[in-house]
C-alpha cells in the first residue's frame, strides 16, 4: 500500500480508504480556510507550477513522493508545533515556542506526545527548521533520512506504529534522477523544501470546509496521475464519495468515528 497515502488520509481524517482516524491531528479545528472556489483553484495552478517546474527532467508520477512527502512533513510539523502550543496556552505560557527550545528538553514530553498524537518529533527534526539551513547543509540527505527514521521510531511500541511504519520509504534522497552527483540532489531537495515551505497551506481546518493540505494532496494526485495515464481514483477516494459514505455511515449516529471504504 501507499503508506504516504493512506498516512496522510488517517492523519487529516479525509477522503480515504481504510480507515478515517486521526493519527496526527486531533479534533483541531479552526478558521482560516481557502474561502472561494476561486482562491482554491488560483491556489492550485500556483502548486503546480512550483511541483512541475522544480522536478526538472525527473518524471512527474515518480516526482511526486517528493512533495507529496515534503508537504505530510511539513503537515506534522506544524500539526505537533500547534498541539503543544495550545496545550502550554492553556497552562498559562501563551508566548512559548516548541521549535525554538533545544532537543534535550524537548525529550520531557516525548511519551506524552506519542500517547496522544502517534508521533514525536525533535525541534531540531521540524519542518520549519530544517527547510531554514537546508540548502546550505552538504549532508541534507543523511539529515532527512535520520530525520524520517526517527519520526517512524518514535511510534513503535505505540498504536501508531503501523501506521508510521515506512511512512517515508518512498522518499529516497538518493534517487539517481533527482541529480548525478550528492550535491545536486540535496541542492533539488532542498529547492522542493524550501517552495512547500513557501505554500499557502494553512495547518488547520474548518468543520465544514476542506482543509487545504488534504485539498492540495487530492489535487497533486489528480495532476500526477492524469500526467501518467492514470486515474487518481485508483489511489484516493474523491472527496465528493468520501462526503457521502461519512453522511450515510453517520445519519442514524452521529458519533461514529470509523468508517471502511474497500
Same mark, same amino acid.
Given at each position: +500500500?501507499? +503508506?504516504?497515502?493512506?498516512?496522510?488520509?488517517?492523519?487529516?481524517?479525509?477522503?480515504?480508504?481504510?480507515?478515517?482516524?486521526?493519527?496526527?491531528?486531533? *479534533?483541531?479545528?479552526?478558521?482560516?480556510?481557502?474561502?472561494?472556489?476561486?482562491?482554491?483553484?488560483?491556489?492550485?495552478?500556483? %502548486?503546480?507550477?512550483?511541483?512541475?517546474?522544480?522536478?526538472?527532467? &525527473?518524471?512527474?508520477?515518480?516526482? @511526486?513522493?517528493?512533495?507529496?512527502?515534503? %508537504?505530510?512533513?511539513?503537515? %506534522? !510539523?506544524?500539526?505537533?508545533?500547534?498541539?503543544?502550543?495550545?496545550?502550554?496556552?492553556?497552562?498559562?505560557?501563551?508566548?512559548?515556542?516548541?521549535?525554538?527550545? #533545544?532537543?534535550?528538553?524537548?525529550?520531557?514530553?516525548?511519551? +506524552?506526545?506519542?500517547?496522544? @498524537?502517534?508521533? =514525536?518529533?525533535?525541534?531540531?527534526q521540524l519542518f520549519q527548521n530544517v527547510v531554514q539551513w537546508? #540548502?546550505?547543509?552538504? *549532508?541534507?540527505?543523511?539529515?532527512?533520512?535520520?530525520? =524520517?527514521? !526517527?519520526?517512524?521510531?518514535?511510534?513503535?511500541?505505540?498504536?501508531?506504529?503501523? #501506521?508510521?511504519?515506512?511512512?517515508?520509504?518512498? =522518499?529516497s534522497v538518493d534517487n539517481q534522477a533527482l541529480g548525478s552527483t550528492v550535491i545536486?540532489?540535496?541542492?533539488?531537495?532542498?529547492?522542493?523544501?524550501?517552495? &512547500?515551505?513557501?505554500?499557502?497551506?494553512?495547518?488547520?481546518?474548518?468543520?465544514? *470546509?476542506? #482543509?487545504?493540505?488534504?485539498?492540495?494532496?487530492?489535487?497533486?494526485?489528480?495532476?500526477?496521475?492524469?500526467?501518467?495515464?492514470? !486515474?487518481?481514483?485508483?489511489?484516493?477516494?474523491?472527496?465528493?464519495? !468520501?462526503?457521502?459514505?461519512?453522511? %450515510?455511515?453517520?445519519?442514524?449516529?452521529?458519533?461514529?468515528?470509523?468508517?471502511?471504504?474497500?
Open positions: +500500500k501507499n +503508506k504516504l497515502k493512506k498516512s496522510i488520509e488517517n492523519c487529516i481524517g479525509f477522503r480515504g480508504a481504510g480507515t478515517a482516524k486521526n493519527l496526527a491531528c486531533g *479534533n483541531a479545528r479552526a478558521d482560516g480556510y481557502m474561502a472561494t472556489k476561486e482562491e482554491r483553484a488560483e491556489l492550485h495552478k500556483t %502548486i503546480w507550477k512550483i511541483a512541475n517546474d522544480l522536478r526538472g527532467s &525527473v518524471d512527474g508520477w515518480e516526482f @511526486k513522493a517528493y512533495v507529496l512527502g515534503s %508537504i505530510f512533513y511539513r503537515f %506534522i !510539523s506544524e500539526n505537533i508545533c500547534d498541539y503543544i502550543h495550545q496545550l502550554m496556552k492553556e497552562a498559562g505560557q501563551e508566548n512559548f515556542d516548541y521549535s525554538a527550545i #533545544d532537543d534535550e528538553m524537548a525529550e520531557n514530553i516525548r511519551q +506524552k506526545m506519542v500517547e496522544e @498524537k502517534g508521533y =514525536f518529533i525533535l525541534p531540531s537546508a #540548502d546550505k547543509d552538504e *549532508n541534507l540527505n543523511e539529515h532527512l533520512t535520520i530525520i =524520517f527514521r !526517527s519520526i517512524e521510531a518514535s511510534a513503535q511500541g505505540a498504536a501508531s506504529e503501523e #501506521d508510521l511504519r515506512g511512512l517515508f520509504s518512498d =522518499f545536486k540532489r540535496n541542492q533539488l531537495l532542498a529547492k522542493v523544501l524550501w517552495a &512547500v515551505s513557501n505554500m499557502e497551506l494553512g495547518s488547520k481546518f474548518n468543520d465544514t *470546509n476542506n #482543509d487545504t493540505f488534504g485539498d492540495t494532496y487530492e489535487f497533486l494526485m489528480q495532476m500526477y496521475a492524469s500526467q501518467a495515464g492514470k !486515474s487518481g481514483g485508483e489511489f484516493f477516494t474523491p472527496q465528493q464519495v !468520501s462526503e457521502l459514505l461519512a453522511r %450515510i455511515a453517520s445519519w442514524t449516529n452521529p458519533k461514529i468515528n470509523k468508517v471502511y471504504d474497500p
